[in-house]
């Protein structure tokens, strides 16, 4: 049974801290700037010449260009959040030598063997563990005795239901399926962890490479520096 490793909660200077700094500097700024822009446009209106108006024109023309200032603003602080929530890292490069741990259900075979982490969120009687391959078909499965809430491993020995060993560098999928003394589903969380051996692109994604295959740098939970 092994744990999952302690969140890295040392903090660090990154590129996406110092553009998050440089937006909220900007929204500050432009508040104080809307709150003039108010000021002025009203004291405008009070002071224009009634026989001679202020051109509605260059009125609209004003408040658009405040209200695009805002939208860009705006803009910028969705991406940021977009580019934080999918990957938490701001340098995938950095991570690696580094033991991670990633919530997947995927696992490469090597070296004749898988080995999947998955922690339940309470007590089991008993768990269907199945590992499927990249198709979606059943290649092994086995049953548990009862299972106490909390961290779970499998290890695989890369055998199918008819004991052949398959060969090594397929991705395959485990499948947890744990019921309590009353029959009710037990929620489970699969995950794997491993030193972090290179960082690959597919389609503009980052993936990590661990264990032998590679994960969504998306699905990297924790980081540890490895002793």
């Known amino acids: 049974m092994t ?3 302690p969140v890295n ?3 660090v200077n990154t590129p996406t801290s110092s553009t998050a700094a440089t937006t909220a500097a900007a929204q500050q700024s432009l508040a104080g700037d809307q709150q003039s822009f108010l000021a002025l446009l009203t004291a ?3 002071n224009q010449d ?3 108006p202020m051109d509605s024109n260059q009125f609209t023309q004003q408040l658009v260009a405040m209200t695009g200032v805002q939208q860009q603003i705006t803009t910028n602080n969705l991406l940021q959040d977009l580019v934080n929530n999918q990957s938490g890292f701001s340098d995938p490069v950095s991570l690696i030598g580094k033991t991670a741990t990633a919530t997947t259900p995927d696992a490469t075979l090597q070296s004749g063997q898988a080995t999947w982490q998955y922690s339940l969120s ?3 009687a008993g768990a269907t563990l199945q590992v499927l391959d990249s198709k979606g078909a059943l290649v092994w499965q086995t ?3 009862a299972l106490s809430a909390g961290p779970q491993t499998l290890n695989w020995n890369g055998q199918n239901l008819a004991g052949i060993q398959q060969p090594d560098g397929g991705s395959y999928t ?3 399926v744990a019921k309590d003394a009353s029959g009710a589903s037990v929620a489970s969380q699969i995950y794997q962890s491993g030193l972090v051996t290179s960082i690959q692109e597919n389609n503009g994604s980052p993936l990590v490479g661990l264990n032998g295959g590679y994960v969504p740098l998306s699905s990297i939970t924790t980081v540890t520096a490895s002793s």
């Open 174 to 176: 485990l499948q947890v």
């Open 50 to 52: 009634p026989t001679a």
């Open 9 to 11: 909660t040392t903090p």
């Open 44 to 46: 405008q209106l009070k």
């Open 122 to 124: 309470g007590a089991a």
């Open 3 to 5: 744990t999952i490793p």
């Open 143 to 145: 049953t548990t005795g």
